[in-house]
């Protein structure tokens, strides 16, 4: 993003003291909102490791409150209620709103590693039959996945040269669910042009 950008684009956070104030891109890429809900700023500038699997509910009331936040989402200044570690904790859904805010999304979900998440994707949108489209240079335990893995659910890839979008455009079947690639390619560093590919 050009500096230009990042002046322009203003990003409203609050200091710890619950000033408020405006801050470039940049500067909220280092310190994010500073100030949310599901964490206490003004008494810690940096939100812990959570060591807790199983969080403590107190009532039946409000470990409900937590469950209709997970199920049907939390308004971003309700108090958070946290349940079970893997459905939310601070540490992480602080991140996640961070770069969901950085990215212009909706939201954001994180995982522990790269495969997981690729994994997490292609499972969801993915059903027998479907057909993925995919660069000939990726990462190869994801090659893995897709030949050795997805084609054991009867789902076909079709590998062919992203460099050229007509390649791209040609390997599609009606059947083509997915379109993957990575930029840069992993290990060539070849670049895709991903803007021309969607
Ligand atoms: C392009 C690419 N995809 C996926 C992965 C897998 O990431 P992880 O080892 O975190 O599962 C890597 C790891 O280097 C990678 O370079």
Request: aromatic share 8%; net charge negative; glycine share 10%.
């Amino acid at each position: 993003m050009s500096d230009k950008k990042m002046d322009k684009d203003a990003y409203p956070t609050m200091s710890g003291a619950g000033e408020r104030r405006k801050v470039g891109m940049s500067t909220f890429l280092i310190h994010g909102k500073a100030q949310t809900a599901r964490w206490d700023f003004s008494h810690h500038t940096v939100p812990p490791l959570s060591s807790s699997v199983t969080y403590r509910l107190d009532s039946a009331e409000r470990g409900g409150r937590g469950f209709l936040q997970f199920g049907r989402g939390r308004e971003e200044d309700a108090e958070p209620v946290y349940i079970y570690d893997r459905l939310d904790e601070p540490t992480r859904s602080i991140l996640e709103d961070d770069l969901a805010k950085a990215e212009g999304g909706e939201v954001c979900c994180t995982f522990s590693t790269g495969m997981a998440a690729i994994s997490a994707v292609l499972g969801i949108l993915l059903k027998p039959g479907d057909h993925i489209v995919a660069f000939g240079t990726i990462y190869g335990c994801t090659y893995s996945l897709l030949t050795r893995w997805l084609s054991r659910l009867q789902i076909a890839t079709t590998f062919c040269d992203f460099t050229g979008l007509d390649n791209v455009r040609a390997a599609i079947r009606p059947e083509t669910r997915v379109i993957f690639a990575e930029t840069p390619a992993n290990p060539t560093l070849e670049l895709v042009d991903l803007g021309g590919v969607v």
